[in-house]
Every structure is written in C-alpha cells, then in structure tokens.
C-alpha cells in the first residue's frame, strides 16, 4: 500500500498508507485525514475535496475531466496549476510518497 503524506493548512502532516484503487479522498476519510468534507461522496459535484498535489506527482495523475475542471473553477480556496479532487485521484503503485497540501477552506 502506498503510503500518502496530508499537510494540512497550518502545516500538520499525517502519512496514511492507501489501497491500490480506492481513491485518495476514501483513503483520507478512513484514515482521520481531516479538511476533506467530500460531501458529495466522491461524485465530483461539490470540490469539497480539493487538494493540492506535489509538483513531482503530477505526472502520475489522470487527465483532469470536464467535471473535475468545472468543480475545481468553484473551490472555496484558490484553485492553483496542481489543484485536483481527491475523489478523481485513484491511488496506484505509483504514488507511493505523494504529498498533497489541504487548502486553508473547503467551503
């Protein structure tokens, strides 16, 4: 299981192991990762889920899709180049050390 490093706004960080094909934003609620509300479930409807992803990990994620770049154009902190959801994020062997950054607000 890769494991995941959260820095939250204040610069708190918490290292969670995720499964391979759960998404990071799951990984986060089952783990206590706190500032992720998701409070669409992962339907990438409410961009309560927004992170910040390490530059060095950017080339591991999926295209952004047309609902994920919507959602994000609506975020309650500033979007920013390496602003995803973490609902559209499907952890592969890949991530192993990804570091994403919460933003200050979530809504």
């Known amino acids: ?9 204040a610069g708190k960080s918490k290292v969670i192991d995720c499964a391979v094909g759960t998404s990071l934003m799951r990984s986060a609620q089952l ?3 706190t500032g992720i509300y998701a409070e669409c479930s992962g339907q990438k409807m409410c961009a309560t889920c927004h992170v910040y992803v390490a530059e060095e990990f950017l080339h591991t994620l999926p295209a952004i899709s047309e609902d994920e770049n919507d959602m994000l154009d ?5 979007r920013q ?3 995803r ?6 952890i592969q062997p890949e991530h192993e050390n990804l570091v994403v950054q919460l933003p200050e607000f979530q809504r």
């Open 74 to 78: 609506s975020t309650a902190s500033d």
């Open 85 to 90: 959801l973490s609902c559209a994020i499907i």
């Open 81 to 83: 180049h390496n602003s």
């Open 31 to 33: 783990n206590g990762v």
């Open 1 to 9: 299981m890769p494991n995941v490093t959260f820095i939250d706004a």
